[in-house]
Structure formats: C-alpha cells, structure tokens
C-alpha cells in the first residue's frame, strides 16, 4: 500500500509561475521527508530535504513546508523555469534502524511552458 | 563524475529467460539499494545490502529474484524465468551509512516480451 500519497498527479505552468506539489502520510514514525527530481530516462536526485521539527526549509527556488499536525508536507517552486520540467516525487523513511528504506509517493509530471 | 552506474541501460528479453544487472555505487558508499519503478509510479524498495550483508528484501522480490553484493563494492540482480509483469525499470542507489541521502544510477529499463 502506497504510504505516502501524492497531488496532483501533473500540473502545467507558466515560465516564472509557482508550482505547488503536495503530499500526504500517515504513519507518524516517519521523521525524515526529501523531494526527489527525475528528469526522463534519469534517475531521481535529491533536490531537498526536511525533517518534522522544522516547518519550513527553503533552498533558492524550492521551499518545503511542513504540516506535522496535518501530516502533510508541500513543495513549491518559486518562478518556474523551463529547465524545471521534470517528474518531482515526495518521500518519507521512519527513523532508527529502518532509516534506509524510503517510500515515494507516486509523483507529479511538472510542464513549465515558456 | 563518479556517480552509480548501472548496466545494461535497457534490456528486452523474452518471458523465461534470465537476466543479470550490474550496479556501481559510489566507491566510498557501504550502504546499496534496489528499487524498481514503473510507469506512472514512484520508486519501490526491493532489497537493501549494508557492505557485503543483504540486510532486507521486500516481499516484492519473489524468489526468482537475487541480489549480491560480493565484497561490498558492486551488485548484482538477477531475475530468473522473466514475466511480463517484470518490466519495469530497476534503479540501484547508494548512500553511507547514517546519511539518508541516496544517490541513484540512470537505472536499466527491461521489457519482457
């Protein structure tokens, strides 16, 4: 079963708009939430990453913001680019001796249109 | 670059045969993992090795699949009498041990035919 579940599923912007990808979990052992980014025939990469104790972490263009009470958890990419198309997937893992297996949402297919 | 490498890249086979992938982690990485994505779908855990010791494997890798991990340094998967259902594309990954960073290879895509 899908732990971490994922909206929408595609989304088109605007060069220069924002776009806003959510997710949501349940289990609340998971202490440990990063964004992957894939580019087609790519692997994903690291894009960033936020654990519950803060609410937000932002890194240039991209912010997570944290909702430990909603369990929810959001990206948001500030002036889209076209360079940032590409398939974004959240993630969470639970902490202790777990902590290497991570769960992906099912993603979303991000179109910046210039 | 001294990123993961995987290899093949692709590969098409026919149901019931066998195929091998081979994974390259980062050289100074001790913890290996595989997953497998499908269309659509985000990345799924399938085993995870901490040096040479297969510490876990989901209850996704049937038992016409093995993974090693010699020495601690590259894997292997192996999937034995391939299905349809098998095709997918198979991401291996790296990280060291207490960073919950993972590193992912370009993955190999397979199609059984």
């Known amino acids: 079963q899908q732990q971490v579940k994922q909206s929408p599923q595609s989304l088109i912007v605007q060069k220069g708009g924002i776009s806003i990808i959510n997710c949501a979990y349940e289990n609340t052992a998971f202490d440990y939430f990063p964004w992957y980014q894939q580019f087609p025939g790519k692997g994903p990469a690291l894009l960033i990453a936020i654990r519950p104790d803060v609410s937000e972490k932002k890194e240039g263009r991209f912010t997570i913001s944290f909702n430990k009470s909603a369990k929810q958890f959001s990206l948001h990419i500030m002036d889209s680019q076209p360079g940032d198309s590409a398939t974004y997937f959240c993630?969470?893992?639970?902490?202790?001796?777990?902590?290497?297996?991570?769960?992906f949402g099912a993603g979303t297919t991000v179109t910046v249109r210039a | 670059d001294t990123g993961v490498s995987q290899d093949p890249r692709h590969k098409i086979t026919k149901r019931g045969q066998n195929v091998t992938f081979r994974c390259d982690p980062i050289s100074e990485h001790n913890r290996l993992y595989w997953y497998r994505q499908t269309l659509g779908q985000g990345p799924e855990f399938l085993t995870y090795?901490?040096?040479?010791?297969?510490?876990?494997k989901s209850r996704l890798l049937s038992d016409r699949f093995s993974a090693e991990r010699p020495k601690g340094s590259f894997s292997t998967l192996e999937i034995q009498r391939t299905e349809q259902g098998d095709s997918a594309m198979y991401l291996c990954?790296?990280?060291?041990?207490?960073?919950?960073?993972?590193?992912f290879g370009s993955g190999t895509q397979l199609s059984v035919l």
């Open positions: 993630a969470a893992s639970i902490r202790g001796e777990y902590d290497y297996k991570l769960s």
């Open positions: 990954a790296s990280s060291l041990v207490a960073q919950r960073k993972l590193f």
């Open positions: 090795f901490q040096n040479e010791a297969q510490l876990e």
